[in-house]
């Protein structure tokens, strides 16, 4: 079966860093997106990664491992803004996008 | 328009009542895709077209869900007989074209079948 993996809810500290883990088991990889999805919101688009490494935007960063099937998002300077929960999702072989049920951050000033 | 946009936002059903979510994807994008999300869970693939061809239903959960897009463009999901268990937030998603494309959602549907 195909399946994704993020932690359920975490906590961090305004200003702070945070890192959101994610694993997959899925039939093929065709890229792996991060999106963002504030309550009562749709998700909104925030990384795409289909090679290993780092991808830096502003404040956000992913990072890929195909051969780990892993991924995190990094989030530095922490803002009250960016309470929110984050879904990884992978595109299989069949370019069908699957879900992880994503990970809710809190952000304590 | 300038995002895809989703109506009604919100649907009060009765159970055993048929409901008809719209979504109208942004202009120009050759794949939609339906959704339904539960509270705390993430979007569970229902359905997909590329322009007016219905290419993948194999998530809807029953028979009483249809979707359509005839002329490749607006799309109705049509859920017939509403269930308890329907509850659930629809999402519509479009993209330039099929695979890799990034997906832009709409604000979804908040069903509720009392």
């Known amino acids: 079966g195909q399946n994704i993996d993020q932690p359920t809810e975490m906590t961090a500290t305004e200003g702070a860093i945070v890192q959101i883990n994610c694993t997959y088991q899925t039939s093929g990889f065709n890229g792996l997106f991060w999106y963002q999805q504030h309550a009562g919101e749709a998700p909104t688009f925030l990384s795409y990664n289909v090679l290993d490494g780092l991808e830096e935007k502003g404040r956000f960063s992913s990072f890929l491992s195909r051969s780990k099937g892993y991924s995190y998002l990094l989030l530095k300077e922490l803002q009250m803004k960016d309470s929110a929960s984050y879904l990884c999702a992978v595109i299989d072989s069949n370019y069908q996008l699957i879900w992880g049920a994503g990970t809710k951050l809190i952000i304590k000033p | 328009g300038a995002g895809v946009s989703q109506s009604p936002r919100y649907k009060v059903a009765k159970r055993g009542q048929d409901v008809a979510l719209r979504c109208d994807p942004i202009?120009?994008?050759?794949?939609l895709f339906w959704y339904q999300q539960a509270l705390g869970q993430g979007p569970e693939f229902l359905t997909y077209?590329?322009?007016?061809?219905?290419?993948?239903k194999s998530g809807l959960p029953s028979d009483r869900f249809f979707a359509e897009r005839p002329e490749g463009s607006v799309s109705t999901l049509k859920i017939q007989r509403t269930q308890q268990e329907d509850s659930a937030v629809y999402l519509c998603?479009?993209?330039?074209?099929?695979?890799?494309?990034?997906?832009?959602f709409g604000p979804g549907t908040r069903l509720l079948v009392l």
């Open positions: 202009s120009g994008h050759v794949s």
């Open positions: 077209f590329q322009n007016e061809a219905q290419l993948d």
């Open positions: 998603a479009s993209s330039l074209q099929q695979g890799q494309e990034t997906q832009y």
